[in-house]
């Protein structure tokens, strides 16, 4: 395991080591988190890179990952603990068999730590070898009121409490991160215990970044012209804008097709890679892409004669 | 400024984030004691340099959503650095206070800012004097009530509008509810609850295992309304903003939203509980009212910045317009077409329905209509009433939106 960064110059350090691309604004939001030792919350449309931090968390600091992935009627015992009911029931059989039945004595025998089933959030709370693992708690909008609640202990306190058997807390408190994509609001109380922080989308210097250092093989004049492209689609009128992911899929895809730059008929060929609605590919099919694809070429010619001269 | 960090221990530092937060807190961020105390341990975690990091370090404290941003924005550079800025700002209240009546500044952030940081009386003494309310029987006695139920809203006396408010303000609506994953006790239930049969079989200490059981939980759908305050509809919208606000009270996962010729979100003023302080805050908050109509537009916008933020978990859309579009009627059916795909359930509130001979032949009543699931009037406290108690239930041909399309 490496030490926790001790200034934000090491924490964005760190990130971009991992591949990780971070704004000066990521970075100290980061570094406090890892400081303070607060969960961190990351808010943003999808495929910006949430989820991400966490992955690249983990592997920078050389801790588990453990990750919950919400959905709704998410509950506790397919996210914190179960009881093994089975062996329960076997326990309860013997002691009849062999008829040293003491009801008291039963009932801590049953509910003990053996018979218990953990989960991703009570397995956070362990941490072998005094390395504490890093928690994602993913798409926390998808799932309900119910279980944000229930999370209120966990996050402030680190710590579980299990009915039948006291309160779990952490030795040493998990790194825990987690994202919402926002399709509701996640009720404050929530909010208060962790350091907020909306993720946006890279401006075109930071994503091209993000592609050399991701995609480091597609030919650098396909990357300027691909970012440049994808940063228009932004500005403009889409149902759901291309996030960095899908940026970096369709450098992928572009790549895999042996393009070296970006033509209409390949950008029609591909457009299912960057949009996902309908709609939005059949509004940038043909002459809009073209259009775009003139403009991007003409500014980027425009900044290689002026960058000459 | 700039090496904020260096001087922790001189405590200047500590009084100045206490008053930032109350500065945010006096502008409408609920910024509690709490933030304040972890805002000064982050402000000397002691790596702060730049005045940047000092900036996303607040603001990843006393920031919690993303529209506060830009009001934290504005304080910051007020407040942390520029004196030039805090003089203008000065000047500015200054002027308003001297002027009766200013004109609004372009920013709204900006104008919630200087009202937090300078006591403006102007803001104090905007409440509205309410006369003393009339006493009336909101129950209403039988023979008036059956000529007033059915009366059409618009046709209604001032005495009149002020009964049927309070007859409204009694509708609730029919729950309408969805089976959820999780799970409750029940007797009767479907399903084995081990962990409680577990747990009781003890209590006899193992001899007799009865099987306890339980059921799946249900809860209500959210409801998004969008309802039109055009000129054309205005007199039907005050009254179903009655009835909004009756139920936007009464239940959970409600969002209500008002549009002319923009879209504005009135949930949060809506939630007031008295009911003319309310409405009149849906009514400084809107700035449309009476005017045009772009339904087509405003749908866009909602398709675009809302939909995938209330529509989720199988909402139901209630949309309150005659439908009567003056512009491009395309883009209304595209709309439509993608609104229907991401709502559970479109019911459509006409109050031209109140006209007998009424007919769907305008282009953008056409253009709407194959994509609502349900077609009713809302011109009188009958439909009002018809519609809290029989929506969600199968209304079969009553409402069909069908019926309408067929004869032109």
Request: glycine content about 6%.
């Amino acid at each position: 395991m490496s030490a926790v960064p001790k200034s934000i110059d090491e924490t964005a350090a760190l990130l971009k080591a991992n591949g990780y691309v971070a704004g000066r604004d990521l970075a100290t939001v980061v570094f406090l988190a890892l400081k303070m030792r607060r969960p961190l919350f990351l808010e943003g449309e999808a495929g910006v890179g949430k989820t991400e931090i966490a992955k690249v968390l983990a592997e920078g600091l050389g801790r588990r990952l453990i990750r919950l992935q919400c959905y709704e009627g998410l509950d506790i015992s397919s996210a914190v603990y179960e009881w093994n009911y089975a062996a329960q029931m076997i326990e309860i059989r013997l002691a009849e068999a062999s008829g040293e039945l003491d009801r008291k004595r039963m009932g801590q025998d049953i509910f003990a730590e053996r018979f218990l089933i953990k989960r991703a959030l009570l397995q956070a709370l362990e941490a072998p070898d005094g390395i504490a693992p890093v928690l994602l708690i993913d798409e926390i909008d998808r799932t309900d009121e119910a279980f944000e609640a229930y999370l209120l202990e966990l996050l402030s306190d680190y710590q579980v409490t299990i009915p039948e058997l006291g309160t779990v807390k952490a030795a040493e408190p998990p790194i825990v991160v987690i994202t919402s994509n926002r399709t509701r609001e996640v009720h404050d109380a929530l909010k208060r215990r962790c350091l907020y922080h909306w993720v946006g989308y890279p401006d075109a210097k930071r994503e091209l970044e993000i592609v050399k250092t991701k995609r480091p093989e597609a030919p650098a004049a396909l990357a300027k012209e691909v970012v440049a492209f994808v940063q228009s689609l932004r500005g403009g009128d889409l149902f759901k804008a291309p996030g960095v992911a899908e940026t970096l899929d369709w450098v992928s895809a572009l790549h895999e097709l042996d393009s070296v730059t970006l033509d209409p008929q390949t950008v029609n060929d591909t457009l299912g890679v960057l949009l996902k609605y309908q709609d939005d590919i059949v509004r940038m099919e043909g002459s809009e892409a073209k259009r775009i694809l003139d403009q991007i070429k003409d500014e980027i010619r425009t900044a290689a004669t002026t960058r000459v001269s | 400024m700039t090496r904020v960090a260096d001087q922790p221990s001189s405590g200047k530092l500590a009084a100045n984030i206490m008053h930032f937060a109350r500065v945010l807190r006096g502008a409408g961020l609920p910024v509690g004691p709490a933030s304040v105390l972890d805002a000064l341990d982050a402000a000397q975690s002691g790596s702060l340099r730049t005045r940047e990091e000092f900036y996303w370090t607040l603001h990843a404290i006393l920031v919690k959503r993303r529209e506060h941003k830009e009001i934290f924005d504005q304080a910051f550079h007020v407040f942390w650095k520029k004196p030039k800025m805090l003089e203008q700002l000065m000047q500015l209240m200054f002027q308003q206070i001297t002027r009766s009546a200013g004109d609004t500044p372009k920013d709204p952030g900006f104008r919630r800012l200087a009202e937090a940081m300078f006591d403006n009386p102007e803001t104090q003494s905007r409440r509205q004097e309410k006369p003393e309310a009339l006493e009336l029987d909101a129950a209403l006695t039988a023979s008036a009530s059956d000529i007033l139920r059915a009366k059409d809203f618009e046709q209604m006396t001032l005495m009149e509008q002020m009964q049927a408010k309070k007859a409204i303000a009694l509708l609730r609506l029919q729950r309408r509810e969805t089976r959820t994953r999780r799970f409750q006790p029940n007797l009767a239930g479907d399903h084995i609850d081990m962990r409680r049969t577990l747990r009781q079989s003890l209590r006899s200490g193992g001899d007799m295992i009865s099987l306890a059981r339980r059921e799946p939980q249900t809860r209500e759908r959210p409801l998004v309304v969008l309802c039109d305050i055009s000129g054309s509809c205005s007199n039907y919208s005050r009254m179903f903003l009655h009835f909004l606000h009756g139920l936007v009270n009464d239940r959970h996962g409600m969002t209500v939203f008002l549009f002319g010729t923009r879209l504005t979100n009135v949930t949060r003023e809506l939630q007031h509980l008295d009911v003319d302080e309310a409405i009149a805050k849906v009514s400084a908050a809107v700035k449309d009212w009476s005017g045009g109509t772009r339904i087509g537009a405003t749908l866009k916008e909602f398709n675009y910045r809302w939909a995938r933020r209330v529509l989720t978990q199988g909402a139901d859309v209630l949309l309150m317009t005659d439908g009567l579009e003056r512009e491009d009627t395309v883009q209304l059916a595209t709309e439509m077409q993608r609104l229907r795909r991401s709502a559970k359930q479109i019911v459509w509130l006409n109050p031209l329905l109140r006209f007998d001979r009424f007919e769907a032949r305008a282009a953008g009543i056409r253009a709407m209509m194959p994509y609502v699931d349900e077609f009713r009037p809302v011109h009188s406290l009958d439909s009002l009433a018809d519609l809290a108690q029989t929506l969600g239930a199968r209304t079969g041909a009553a409402h069909d939106p069908r019926k309408w399309m067929g004869g032109v």
